[in-house]
């Protein structure tokens, strides 16, 4: 209750309701483009297509149409929605995708909320998000390293809303991130480089950033150096 009252008492004062309103309330396509070549990104939806039949998630009319579909359009998203409603299934004879992604098989949460009011929020090393997780940073700062953490099979949906406040997502290699948002006089930046992973989760991001920035990013690439310092530490040299 008091993450809505907030939400609605600054959507009123952003003179722009019905905007606002649908950003945080409804599912909003909107997709950027794989950058796999076109046939591998067609082989990987038909893989998933399979994947699903086999595990009756399809009927064998549907799976045939989609596959015929699949086949004749070189549209990336025709493509995309031939399996957005089926859930993503891994191939235990091939994980070179989801390799670095570990997954939480067990019971998963299904709503959590992070409130970040005049402090901060910290969230990484191995943890379990929830199913859909609301942000609300407040003249305050959420930090969420995905790096190490257990995520449930299909989409983890993360709603933010950052009033004069930031929020920073690390999202490891091997997870496909789904973002939008609208900025007000604020920032929605995505640092990702573009891929498709039909093996791996989808990290679902929406928001409103009202003088305030989100910033999603992979993790920073460790220096030689600082490998070759935890490896004196490990040998019990002190520096």
């Given at each position: 209750?008091?993450?809505?009252?907030?939400?609605?008492?600054?959507?009123?004062?952003?003179?722009?309701?019905?905007?606002?309103m649908?950003?945080?309330?409804?599912?909003?396509?909107?997709?950027?483009?794989?950058?796999?070549?076109?046939?591998?990104?067609?082989?990987?939806?038909?893989?998933?297509?399979?994947?699903?039949?086999?595990?009756?998630?399809?009927?064998?009319?549907?799976?045939?149409?989609?596959?015929?579909l699949?086949?004749?359009?070189?549209?990336?998203?025709?493509?995309?929605?031939?399996?957005?409603?089926?859930?993503?299934?891994?191939?235990?004879?091939?994980?070179e995708?989801?390799?670095?992604?570990?997954?939480n098989?067990?019971?998963?949460?299904?709503?959590d909320t992070?409130?970040?009011?005049?402090?901060?929020?910290?969230r990484?090393g191995?943890?379990?998000?929830?199913?859909?997780?609301r942000?609300?940073?407040?003249m305050?700062?959420?930090?969420?390293?995905?790096?190490d953490?257990?995520?449930?099979?299909?989409?983890?949906?993360?709603?933010i809303?950052?009033?004069?406040?930031?929020?920073?997502?690390?999202?490891?290699?091997?997870?496909?991130v789904?973002?939008?948002?609208?900025?007000?006089?604020?920032?929605?930046?995505?640092?990702?480089?573009?891929?498709y992973?039909?093996?791996?989760?989808?990290?679902k991001?929406?928001?409103?950033?009202?003088?305030?920035?989100?910033?999603?990013?992979?993790?920073?690439?460790?220096?030689?150096?600082?490998?070759?310092?935890?490896?004196?530490?490990?040998?019990?040299?002190?520096?």
């Amino acid at each position: 209750m008091l993450f809505k009252g907030i939400r609605v008492l600054f959507l009123t004062a952003a003179a722009n309701q019905r905007m606002l309103m649908v950003v945080m309330d409804e599912d909003i396509s909107y997709e950027h483009p794989p950058m796999l070549p076109l046939p591998k990104f067609r082989e990987r939806v038909v893989e998933q297509l399979k994947l699903n039949f086999a595990h009756n998630n399809i009927e064998v009319d549907e799976f045939e149409r989609r596959v015929s579909l699949a086949h004749e359009s070189d549209d990336r998203q025709v493509l995309g929605n031939l399996i957005r409603d089926l859930p993503v299934l891994r191939d235990e004879e091939n994980q070179e995708y989801s390799s670095s992604v570990a997954w939480n098989n067990g019971r998963v949460k299904r709503d959590d909320t992070m409130l970040a009011l005049l402090s901060g929020v910290e969230r990484r090393g191995p943890w379990s998000p929830a199913r859909n997780t609301r942000v609300l940073a407040l003249m305050g700062g959420v930090d969420l390293d995905f790096t190490d953490a257990k995520f449930p099979p299909g989409t983890t949906e993360i709603e933010i809303v950052c009033l004069l406040g930031g929020v920073e997502m690390v999202v490891p290699e091997g997870v496909n991130v789904d973002i939008s948002g609208i900025p007000l006089i604020g920032g929605f930046e995505n640092k990702m480089e573009y891929d498709y992973y039909p093996d791996g989760p989808t990290l679902k991001i929406r928001g409103f950033a009202l003088l305030g920035g989100v910033e999603v990013r992979p993790p920073r690439k460790r220096k030689k150096s600082d490998r070759h310092r935890k490896r004196r530490r490990g040998h019990g040299r002190i520096e």
